[in-house]
């Protein structure tokens, strides 16, 4: 496709038309702000200019596009069922938005034969400006000696209620100079609440707690929360018991996806 500038707007409001109301939101960047902050071996293949477009996930997405999804059409095979609805939900709406249109598609559970992330999830959402990413660098005189700290993003309106899902990239649409990088609201903006923010992601995670690290103006519902609190190779059971697994799929063997193990979907 030969390269056009557009309308940065038309993009993503189309996009926001298919996706807002499955409970998605979708933020432009251009691959210039993300590359410039990566070494090359992580960076998009594409030019500086190209358009991007980061996909979230919110709480409604469980309800507004998880449940249904199941519900219509079940669950093919043995990936993860979070994973088959939003491949679904983002597949079907670029068909739709941009037929005929060459996007990459990454999803965030996806690995590069080199086992690097596709795209790395947490700094796409910062340049963006959808969720600043909070790093062990931004904490000053760090209590935690040579010990690594994985970073954490905080949604100005979520808090830690949300996921980062994926990246469109539109290799060939170029991105005027109006577009001017966002800068993401620090909504952690001390010390003390960065230090407690990565002590909760990186120490106890599983209580969910650094999601309320602000006053999130809606969490998971406790569906969700029972959802994601049972390990993935159980939550086939689960939704059996919710009857939205026809009995004669196949279980999947307790080892057999790994990748949501890993990185939980939550
Ligand atoms: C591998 C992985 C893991 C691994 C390793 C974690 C790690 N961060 O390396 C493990 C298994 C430990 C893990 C665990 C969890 N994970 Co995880 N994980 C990932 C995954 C797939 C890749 C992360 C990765 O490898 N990054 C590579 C490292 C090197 O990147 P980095 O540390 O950010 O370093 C880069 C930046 O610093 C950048 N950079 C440099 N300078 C600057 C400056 C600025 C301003 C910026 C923005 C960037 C930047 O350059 C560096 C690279 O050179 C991502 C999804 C994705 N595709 O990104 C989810 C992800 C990070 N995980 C996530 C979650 C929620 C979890 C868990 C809570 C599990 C769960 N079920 O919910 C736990 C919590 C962590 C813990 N206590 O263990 C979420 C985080 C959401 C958020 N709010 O931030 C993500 C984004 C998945 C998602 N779909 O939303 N995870």
Redesign the pocket.
């Known amino acids: 496709m030969a390269a056009c500038r557009v309308n940065v707007e038309e993009i993503t409001g189309q996009l926001e038309d298919c996706l807002s109301k499955l409970g998605f939101e979708v933020y432009p960047l251009k691959v210039a702000w993300y590359n410039s902050?990566?070494?090359p071996s992580?960076r998009l293949a594409y030019p500086d200019d190209s358009l991007a477009v980061v996909v979230l996930s919110t709480p409604s997405m469980f309800e507004q596009a998880f449940l249904p999804f199941l519900e219509e059409r079940g669950c093919q095979g043995l990936s993860d069922p979070i994973d088959q609805c939003v491949k679904h939900c983002v597949t079907s709406a670029v068909s739709q938005c941009f037929p005929g249109q060459e996007v990459d598609v990454r999803?965030?559970?996806?690995?590069l034969p080199s086992r690097?992330?596709?795209?790395?999830?947490?700094?796409?959402?910062?340049?963006s400006g959808a969720?600043f990413?909070y790093?062990q660098?931004d904490v000053r005189d760090q209590p935690w000696a040579e010990k690594k700290m994985?970073?954490?993003?905080?949604?100005p309106r979520f808090g830690?209620w949300?996921?980062?899902?994926a990246l469109l990239v539109f290799g060939g649409v170029m991105a005027g100079s109006e577009m001017v990088q966002p800068v993401p609201p620090d909504c952690v903006p001390s010390r003390e609440g960065r230090i407690q923010l990565l002590e909760a992601?990186?120490?106890h995670?599983?209580d969910w707690v650094?999601r309320d690290i602000i006053r999130p103006v809606q969490t998971y519902s406790q569906k969700q929360k029972d959802y994601?609190s049972t390990l993935p190779a159980k939550r086939f059971d689960l939704l059996k018991t919710w009857g939205l697994m026809p009995s004669e799929n196949v279980q999947p063997e307790p080892t057999s996806d790994t990748?949501s193990q890993?990185?939980?979907?939550?």
């Open positions: 902050l990566l070494p992580l999803y965030d559970y996806e690995l690097k992330p596709k795209f790395l999830a947490q700094t796409a959402a910062h340049v969720a990413y790093q660098s994985f970073g954490v993003c905080v949604h830690g949300f996921a980062i899902r992601f990186n120490f995670w599983q650094y994601f990748q890993v990185n939980g979907h939550g």
